[in-house]
């Protein structure tokens, strides 16, 4: 079974940068990245092939946040720059166990735990 953790959430103001990190169980998925926000459904963040190669991106968040991968280190990142309060949220890890390059919202099977980021005005 897939075990994804998650770190690197914290306390920010708006404008400042902030990398999470998603470590694996050894596998090599395509790994998404989700989030929610009190009182909001699930959002899509953005995708990353298992080669880390093909990347996409929510429209909310492009040009703002970079998803990338070190396999020899089983770590999926996020780097999220020129943050913005309505990012503020709990963000996800998941894997994938689906054959897509990039797989749609609905293709994850496994999810870490979670980590809160909050950005202040």
């Known amino acids: 079974q897939v075990q994804l953790v998650e770190s690197g959430g914290g306390l920010v103001q708006a404008g400042d940068s902030l990398r999470f990190s998603c470590t694996t169980s050894?596998?090599?998925?395509?790994m998404g990245w989700f989030r929610q926000a009190p009182g909001k459904e699930r959002e899509f963040v953005g995708a990353?092939?298992?080669?880390?190669?093909?990347?996409l991106y929510a429209d909310s968040v492009k040009g703002r946040f970079t998803i990338s991968r070190d396999n020899a280190k089983n770590v999926v990142y996020l780097q999220m720059s020129s943050l913005k309060p309505e990012d503020t949220a709990v963000y996800y890890c998941?894997?994938?166990?689906?054959?897509?390059?990039?797989?749609?919202?609905?293709?994850?099977?496994?999810w870490g735990q979670g980590t809160q980021v909050t950005v202040s005005s």
């Open positions: 998941a894997a994938s166990l689906s054959g897509a390059t990039t797989p749609e919202p609905n293709e994850y099977a496994y």
């Open positions: 050894g596998r090599t998925y395509a």
């Open positions: 990353i092939s298992r080669g880390g190669v093909v990347t």
